[in-house]
């Protein structure tokens, strides 16, 4: 058996019983409610015999022991009644009795919480006492209520935690492949570099080693953006109008015509702190995943606001739109609408605006078959 088969099996064991012993507990406090009830019942009975005693008393009865049993309930509340109507009553309160609505009312309750006990003081002639439950069993009554609430935090608690502790791992592993992916790349990059520097020497066209040359500054790119996001990136004040029109118009370059690329937002420089080249990755994958939807043809648009506090980026396109029911799924890892691909990009987007950028990231507005806006927003920094 594994490792991971044996924790499983410790894990359910340990559910099982807990979970037996929860229900140990609240068999044994239904036992305990019941035990006391019945208790209740066995006073009550004593409290009736001696209201029947009181009241066929005559000049040689003892009175001693009846009074003192009546006297002795200080907890249970108690309504005598005959022919329908309350006579005498023990342990309710003055404003109950005061007001003829709420001392039915009362009745009620008391008559819904137990079987009343028949007083037969001559031969077809006889009180009833309805009696309800004191304090000490109504606290017994809702302790379980008490206990499952507790187990039930206790086990938010747990799952958060083991939640916590399974995001935490998962965020460990994701940095440690985004570190190993960049130095996995670096060693063939750099053997690209020097064979560059050598075709540059023979008498070859120069337009294929620019072209060569493009291509290995995109792939440095791709290597200095997984290094980041394995790591804690550096931020720093730089114009946001600049640094995402630098990609909007380096992507605009190498698409295709059948998408019509637009734009607008301030001229003048607007200073945000960021990571330029993670926050290239975000427009990159919005702009993609933009593309991917109107697949291959259609317009997008890119507008870019601001506010006192706040510049909000804004990324429109004329595709198949998103159900509003999957707004916060498609940023889940895994979740995707194509037939290939890994559903990472908008989880990866997500991660860089909020986590790396303190920012924020939705689907402003999305409608089936005319397309979707998402929007990044990002604090101003002067």
Excluded: C
């Amino acid at each position: 058996m594994s490792f991971s088969e044996r924790r499983n099996t410790t894990r359910w064991i340990i559910i099982f019983i807990s979970f037996l012993i929860i229900s140990l507990i609240l068999w044994n406090t239904y036992t305990f409610f019941q035990i006391f009830k019945n208790e209740e019942r066995l006073k009550m009975n004593l409290w009736a015999n001696a209201q029947k005693t009181l009241v066929n008393a005559d000049e040689n009865t003892d009175l001693d022991l009846p009074l003192n049993i009546l006297n002795n309930n200080t907890s249970v509340p108690v309504m005598l009644t005959m022919y329908n109507k309350v006579i005498s009553s023990v342990n309710v309160p003055e404003e109950v009795l005061a007001d003829k609505k709420k001392s039915m009312s009362y009745l009620k309750n008391l008559k819904s919480e137990n079987e009343p006990i028949i007083i037969e003081y001559a031969p077809g002639k006889h009180q009833e006492v309805y009696y309800g439950n004191s304090a000490l069993l109504n606290k017994l009554k809702y302790y379980p209520v008490a206990l499952l609430l507790i187990i039930f935090l206790f086990g938010a608690l747990i799952y958060n935690f083991y939640r916590s502790n399974k995001m935490a791992t998962q965020n460990k592993l994701w940095a440690g492949m985004a570190k190993e992916t960049a130095h996995q790349i670096g060693t063939p990059l750099s053997s690209l570099i020097g064979w560059v520097e050598i075709l540059k020497t023979e008498d070859i066209d120069q337009s294929i080693t620019t072209e060569i040359e493009k291509d290995i500054e995109r792939l440095q790119t791709i290597t200095d953006r997984f290094s980041k996001i394995g790591s804690v990136p550096v931020l720093e004040k730089h114009d946001i109008i600049a640094e995402t029109l630098h990609t909007y118009e380096y992507l605009q370059s190498r698409f295709s015509k059948q998408v019509t690329f637009s734009y607008n937002g301030p001229k003048d420089p607007v200073l945000v702190m960021i990571n330029p080249t993670l926050h290239s990755w975000t427009i990159e994958n919005l702009v993609k995943n933009a593309i991917d939807a109107m697949k291959g043809k259609g317009s997008l648009d890119l507008r870019i606001e601001q506010d006192a506090h706040h510049v909000k980026i804004n990324v429109k396109d004329s595709g198949t739109g998103i159900a509003k029911n999957q707004f916060k799924t498609i940023f889940e890892p895994g979740f995707t609408t194509k037939k290939r691909g890994w559903g990472l990009g908008l989880s990866l987007t997500k991660r860089i605006v909020e986590e790396y950028h303190s920012g924020k990231i939705k689907v402003l507005h999305s409608e089936i078959g005319k397309g979707t806006t998402f929007q990044i927003s990002l604090n101003k920094k002067v």
